[in-house]
T-cell receptor
Framework: GAVVSQHPSWVICKSGTSVKIECRSL??????MFWYRQFPKQSLMLMAT?????????EQGVEKDKFLINHASLTLSTLTVTSAHPEDSSFYIC???????????FGPGTRLTVL | AQSVTQLGSHVSVSEGALVLLRCNYS??????LFWYVQYPNQGLQLLLK??????LVKGINGFEAEFKKSETSFHLTKPSAHMSDAAEYFC?????????????FGQGTRLTINP
């Protein structure tokens, strides 16, 4: 199946710093990518929908100024957690839509720990 | 609005026994339904999807699911559990063509396999 990568797989940062997470579709062009957040032993919550070349669409309750999303190319979307705080610690998962297969493929996730 | 309910946050079966994971959905339009599996600290892998074709859908690893409109259900089954099936399973619903747009996930069911 299609492959979606995320980098880094885990990151530890100090409170107040910013962290960038990359999501790449490796063998298809993704016009749409999605960012999810998953708390321990819970389900995935959609944070935002990222469309190549346009502004991301954020879900209700997600701070767009805190979670900056950039989808600059058809194979790369980035999520930047700005001024991170301990409550931002979570597992962040991206997915990319393969228009040819009509299916979303998920990345392996990035575990963020904010000290 | 669409929603998914997974009955049972934790299911435990013996190796070789039948696996049944329950999923009920709510949707005002014809749904597209998915089952994903998540292994610890990993992203999600698509097991199978229903997109209004055959109501009995066969997926990977011997899993299958049956769409029952009258019961608004999409339960996941496997005739004989294997130790490697131990994981978290998520049911999801989408209302977009080919089901590759916004996904709404259930709370997840953790499957434990007893030797």
């Amino acid at each position: 199946g299609a492959v979606v990568s995320q980098h880094p797989s885990w990151v530890i940062c100090k409170s107040g710093t910013s962290v960038k997470i990359e999501c790449r579709s490796l063998d298809f062009q993704a016009t749409t990518m999605f960012w999810y957040r998953q708390f321990p032993k819970q389900s995935l919550m959609l944070m935002a929908t990222s469309n190549e070349g346009s502004k991301a669409t954020y879900e209700q309750g997600v701070e767009k100024d805190k979670f900056l999303i950039n989808h600059a190319s058809l194979t790369l979307s980035t999520l930047t957690v700005t001024s991170a705080h301990p409550e931002d610690s979570s597992f962040y998962i991206c997915s990319a839509r393969d228009p040819g297969r009509g299916t979303q493929y998920f990345g392996p996730g990035t575990r963020l720990t904010v000290l | 609005a669409q929603s998914v309910t997974q009955l049972g946050s934790h299911v435990s079966v013996s190796e070789g026994a039948l696996v049944l994971l329950r999923c009920n959905y709510s949707s005002s339009v014809p749904p597209y339904l998915f089952w994903y599996v998540q292994y610890p600290n990993q992203g999600l892998q698509l097991l199978l999807k229903y997109t209004s074709a055959a109501t009995l859908v066969k997926g990977i690893n011997g899993f299958e699911a049956e769409f029952k409109k009258s019961e608004t259900s999409f339960h996941l089954t496997k005739p004989s559990a294997h130790m490697s099936d131990a994981a978290e399973y998520f049911c999801a619903v989408s209302d977009q063509v080919q089901g590759a747009q916004k996904l709404v996930f259930g709370q997840g069911t953790r499957l434990t396999i007893n030797p």
